[in-house]
């Protein structure tokens, strides 16, 4: 892509990938002062280099994801697209080996209960812009 259509907003995604606990820190990575798309993209290697692996079947290798890289997708894209601009503080992503956890900054937006929310019947857009991005 062209970086001259690039959208930086003033972002930090922090991920960690935990051991047998959350007391075993496998690895770190932590981004920040780089694009939105930029930090959609490097989320997807960090999450093919915990989640993704080839395995060898015979004379065929076979891609196998312990989770669903569409579902990882679709979570950091929402993460990007809804979180609240207005808090100074990092997304957090807490890898396990069974399960990921998305922890964003702010609750629900103005004018959305919970009710709402978890029957899926109503979304409010933070920034129109950027969900348009993606």
């Not at 930090?12 to 606990?21: A, P, S």
């Not at 989640?51 to 290798?61: C, N, Q, S, T």
Request: proline content about 2%; hydrophobic content about 40%; charged content about 30%.
């Amino acid at each position: 892509m062209d970086c001259r259509n690039r959208i930086y907003i003033n972002l930090r995604i922090d991920f960690v990938k935990f051991g047998e606990n959350i007391s075993i820190i496998q690895k770190r990575s932590t981004f920040e002062n780089i694009s939105v798309l930029d930090v959609y993209e490097k989320s997807i290697d960090v999450f093919r280099d915990y989640y993704e692996y080839e395995k060898i079947e015979g004379a065929d290798r076979k891609k196998v994801e312990k989770i669903p890289e569409a579902a990882f997708r679709e979570a950091i894209a929402n993460v990007l697209i809804h979180r609240a601009w207005d808090v100074e503080t990092q997304i957090r992503i807490l890898m396990f080996d069974d399960k990921i956890e998305v922890i964003s900054p702010g609750g629900l937006p103005a004018g959305i209960t919970e009710e709402e929310y978890l029957s899926g019947k109503l979304s409010i857009l933070r920034n129109r812009n950027l969900a348009n991005v993606f």
